[in-house]
């Protein structure tokens, strides 16, 4: 078996969000449907903001790439925004050198085309409770299991994104990706609005890595009995 390395790292404390997500959209470039920003920290009022910027802007099935700029936030707002883009056949992003994190990982996941570059952030951790960010959150790791199956990801794969503790990340690096065959597509795509990275996104990791292989040894024979 391939040895996989998985990059976990430590998160840094952040202060809770007293805003909501920066959501806008534009005309693409080649003028051919649009491009949805979503940057910043998610909080619950978000999935509302996200339908209202869709529905302004009459952005139809297949008409929209998603581009993610997030350290993550409120896991159910971004469930409601994820089975949007499932439904109605978006692509993700995630630019060079940008951040996406927790919940906006879930989010980035059902994109059609999953778009990141070399040097993209994704990672991916359990749930938490508001009351307590560091202790895993039993119930919310069975919703967002449960949104995971909606989407059509395999069981082990969703183990593999709710593995880490709350205080810490699993990075999809091109490894992993590649041993858990998640399709993804590495690529630099032209942004006609050009923002700084989000402050606090950029801030949100310090990477370690370590070679978690009774982990995959464990999810290679669940995905054997598939």
Avoid at 33 to 61: M, R
Wanted: glycine residues 6%; charged residues 25%.
């Amino acid at each position: 078996m391939k040895k996989v390395i998985i990059a976990v790292v430590a998160l840094c404390a952040l202060a809770t969000p007293s805003h909501a997500a920066k959501i806008w959209a534009e005309k693409a470039d080649n003028g051919k449907g649009f491009v949805i920003h979503l940057q910043g920290v998610i909080v619950k009022s978000d999935a509302n903001n996200f339908t209202k910027v869709v529905k302004e802007n009459k952005i139809g099935p297949k008409e929209a790439i998603v581009y993610l700029d997030s350290g993550g936030g409120d896991t159910g707002s971004s469930i409601p925004i994820g089975k949007m883009i499932k439904r109605m056949g978006w692509n993700t992003y995630v630019e060079e050198n940008r951040t996406c994190m927790s919940a906006c990982a879930m989010i980035w996941v059902p994109g059609t085309k999953r778009y990141m570059t070399p040097n993209s952030r994704i990672g991916f951790h359990s749930t938490s409770f508001w009351t307590n960010l560091k202790k895993r959150n039993d119930a919310g790791n069975e919703t967002v299991m449960a949104y995971y199956r909606e989407l059509g990801i395999p069981p082990y794969i969703g183990r593999v994104f709710l593995a880490a503790d709350p205080t810490r990340y699993i990075m999809l690096t091109p490894d992993l990706a590649a041993s858990l065959n998640i399709d993804v597509a590495y690529s630099i795509l032209p942004t006609k609005t050009k923002t700084d990275p989000d402050p606090a996104a950029a801030k949100a990791v310090t990477t370690i890595k370590i070679f978690p292989d009774k982990l995959i040894k464990e999810l290679d024979k669940e995905k054997e009995t598939k």
